[in-house]
């Protein structure tokens, strides 16, 4: 069984970074595609950034230029770094890992980003 354990959401004012980091257990980690999704109150949950085990990577429009996804296949982790937040940012950010040849999906229990203005 897959185990995502995010950490590193918070409150923090426009303009300011967070850096969000999930680990996973149990998983054949270099076959997942990993990614972050987030869902605000009354919307749905939409992809945020992905990364393959390459490292090819892919983001929304809405945080281009301001987040990094980044992983490391050795420790069995995802970070997606924050800068430039807005206070539309504010959401539950959850991770996901979707193997590759399966495309069977996991996610972690999510942690709240606050951005205030």
């Known amino acids: 069984q897959v185990q995502l354990v995010e950490s590193g959401g918070g409150l923090v004012q426009a303009g300011g970074s967070l850096r969000l980091s999930c680990a996973a257990s149990?998983?054949?980690?270099?076959?997942?595609?990993m990614g972050w999704f987030r869902q605000a109150p009354g919307q749905q949950r939409e992809l945020v950034a992905s990364?393959?085990?390459?490292?090819?990577?892919n983001y929304a429009d809405s945080v281009k230029g301001r987040f990094t996804i980044s992983r490391d296949n050795a420790k069995n982790t995802v970070d997606l770094q924050m800068n430039s937040l807005k206070p539309e940012d504010t959401a539950v950010y959850y991770c996901?890992?979707?193997?590759?040849?399966?495309?069977?999906?996991?996610w972690g229990q999510g942690t709240q980003v606050t951005v205030s203005s």
């Open positions: 990364i393959t085990s390459e490292g090819s990577t």
């Open positions: 149990g998983s054949t980690f270099r076959l997942e595609t």
């Open positions: 996901n890992t979707k193997h590759i040849l399966t495309f069977k999906e996991f």
